[in-house]
């Protein structure tokens, strides 16, 4: 089992990086290792939507694809991902959005685990930086559609 969290305070609002997350369709603009994106079963209950999403992933030594249900709370500001299919045993993630101040807290938790035990091994070893460069990848997208902020 491999649990990771990494928080960020970033100068957007909550509901600004909520969108930014919850815009599944558009990780492969941003997200280099995400190479495909298909989305099918959009629904929607009041401020909760869910999607399913499939991702293609290609890194040098590894292409896959894998499926998650995303399900997003706009009322709460969260996005929670679980898994449907793909190389993992376990895989789950939230991304949570606190206001502080005229910033907001990202707070991101991922759990997974691989059903191959090279890939588990090589990848818990690296989660601390693959963790941060999504985050960072985030980020700069925000920058890019809502401007720098100071």
């Known amino acids: 089992m491999h649990r990771h969290v ?4 970033l100068p957007y609002t909550p509901e600004q990086l909520f ?4 815009d599944v369709e558009a990780y492969p603009g941003f997200v280099p290792w995400i190479t495909g994106m298909r ?3 959009a629904r ?6 869910t999607i399913d999403a499939e991702a293609q992933v290609g890194f040098s030594f590894l292409k896959e694809k894998f499926a998650t ?5 706009a009322e709460h500001l969260t996005v929670d991902v679980s898994l449907l299919y793909g190389p993992f045993k376990r895989l789950s993630n939230q991304w949570k ?6 910033e907001t807290t990202i707070e991101f938790v ?5 059903k191959s035990r090279m890939l588990d ?18 980020e700069d997208r925000a920058r890019q559609i809502h401007g720098a902020r100071v």
């Open 6 to 9: 990494v928080t960020r305070v």
């Open 19 to 22: 969108a930014l997350v919850g």
């Open 39 to 41: 989305t099918w079963n």
């Open 44 to 49: 929607e209950d009041g401020p909760v939507s």
């Open 69 to 73: 249900r995303v399900r997003r709370d």
């Open 97 to 102: 959005f606190t206001p502080k101040g005229a």
């Open 110 to 114: 991922i759990d997974f685990a691989f």
């Open 121 to 138: 091994a090589l990848l818990a070893a690296n989660v601390d930086r693959a963790a941060n460069k999504l985050i960072a990848c985030f």
